[in-house]
């Protein structure tokens, strides 16, 4: 009597891990290579976010009005990024309502800020800086100040991948 437990216990056992072992599968395409880099096209949706990484450039005559500046441009990148091909004929007005913000604050997600470069040249202070931007927060100022197109007519689509701080350095 003992033994026929034991086997059938045994037999379930094995039963379970038949199921969960044909449930796991190997895949050996080009997805995933030896050296751990992942596809391009496969990674692409995992780095859309809704809080992006920005860079900008920012000049002052102190290191503090510097990183301001810088954070007006990563705002202005950001929006220029959100209107996509419709941006050229708004880049008077996302000027105007980007650098009439008093406080860059709620469209900047705390404690993301970093420092990628700073220099003095000429009395004058350089930072390139960046910071994750709240897209949600940045559309709902632009949809208020009457501009909207490009990413920002789906709100389901304000997703943006990281900008390279190299972009902002080369002028792009």
Known sequence: MRM???QRWFIGILMVMVVFSGCSTYYSGDRYRRDGAVREEASADRRMTSLPMFY???TGSSAAESER???YDILLNAARALMEYDAPQY???LNKVIFRLKHTEPYLVSGSWKTVLQETVDDAVRTVGGARVNLTGLAGLLEQSGI???RMKDTHALLLPDQQPDSVMRGE
Do not use: D, I, M
Request: no cysteine.
């Open 4 to 6: 026929v437990k034991v």
């Open 56 to 58: 900008g450039l920012g």
């Open 69 to 71: 500046n810088a954070r």
């Open 91 to 93: 880049e008077e007005e």
């Open 148 to 150: 909207s197109g490009g």
